[in-house]
């Protein structure tokens, strides 16, 4: 089957983050396909690779990059929410002249499209958080 | 920036807007109604569902101004531009607060819970905010 997810939540805040990533690897490891994780509202946040958590606990951007990593995911933020909420990469830092960028890696900034696009091709979409 | 604008060759989908928040408390609502457009620029068959404080979107006379937010109820005019009619209100929570039908910015259906149950099994995506 093929899912999608949807995901408003911040990373550290509430349980949404940490519910989609465990949803996601549970549905890899039944061998079913991921087509997207789409990053909207505070779920933004999950792109950030400056979270710094402690030492000794989970880190949500660096295991969603890790697991894009492995299994090729599509994770996108919503660029408009992101930024809003100061989600930058590269190119949008250049764009609006600011001093830094912090897209963790494996996320990319698209618009909206990428949601109903999702939405259309998957047979589930689920939503996490909010 | 990539902007996808190419719309995938697949049929429409059903999907409903579930809208659960009152309009300023979160950016969640206007979000949603973000999403709600670009559902229908890609030729999707959309529903919105007003359920909860949710119904409190569509009041009329929303000014914002003075907590410095935009006024994002205006955008709802642009439902019917893009063809959106399929708008409902649930029955109980409208009346819970106080509200009727001609209080709303926007021609919207009443619905009763146990009907949203029905409707909500016809969709092939529910996308709740």
Redesign the interface.
């Known amino acids: 089957m093929i899912f999608s997810l ?1 995901v ?1 939540g911040a990373p550290f805040s509430c349980q949404a983050s940490d519910s989609a990533y465990q949803f996601a690897c549970a549905l890899l490891e039944q061998g079913h396909r991921l087509h997207r994780v789409f990053f ?2 505070d779920g933004v946040y999950n792109g950030s690779t400056l979270a710094t958590p402690p030492q000794d606990e989970r880190n949500i951007p660096t295991s969603w990059s890790q697991l894009a990593e492995e299994h090729e995911l599509d994770l996108v933020i919503c ?3 992101g930024l809003r909420r100061g989600m930058l990469d590269a ?2 830092a250049d764009r609006y002249e600011k001093p830094a960028h912090n897209l963790e890696q494996g996320f ?10 999702a ?4 047979d ?2 689920i ?1 996490f958080g ?1 | ?5 190419e ?2 060759a ?1 049929n429409p ?1 059903k ?1 409903l807007f579930l809208n659960r ?1 009152a309009p300023y408390g ?3 609502p206007r ?1 949603a109604l ?2 709600v457009l ?2 229908s620029a ?1 030729g ?1 068959q959309v529903t919105l569902v007003f359920l909860g404080d949710g119904v409190f979107q569509l009041k009329t006379q929303q000014d914002p101004s003075e907590i410095e937010m935009k006024n994002f109820s205006k955008t709802f005019a642009a439902l019917e531009l893009y063809g959106v009619s399929s708008i409902f209100v649930e029955q109980s929570s409208l009346q819970k607060r106080g509200l009727t039908l001609d209080q709303l910015l926007i021609p919207a259906k009443l619905i009763q819970s146990h009907e949203l149950t029905e409707l909500l099994e016809e969709q ?6």
């Open positions: 949807a408003y909207y509202h660029v408009a929410a190119t949008e990319t900034l698209s618009g909206l499209g990428q949601l109903v696009e939405a259309m091709i998957s589930r979409m939503t909010n | 920036m990539t902007e996808t604008t719309q995938p697949v989908k999907l928040k979160s950016s969640l979000e973000d999403a670009m559902a890609f999707q092939d995506q529910v996308m709740s905010f």
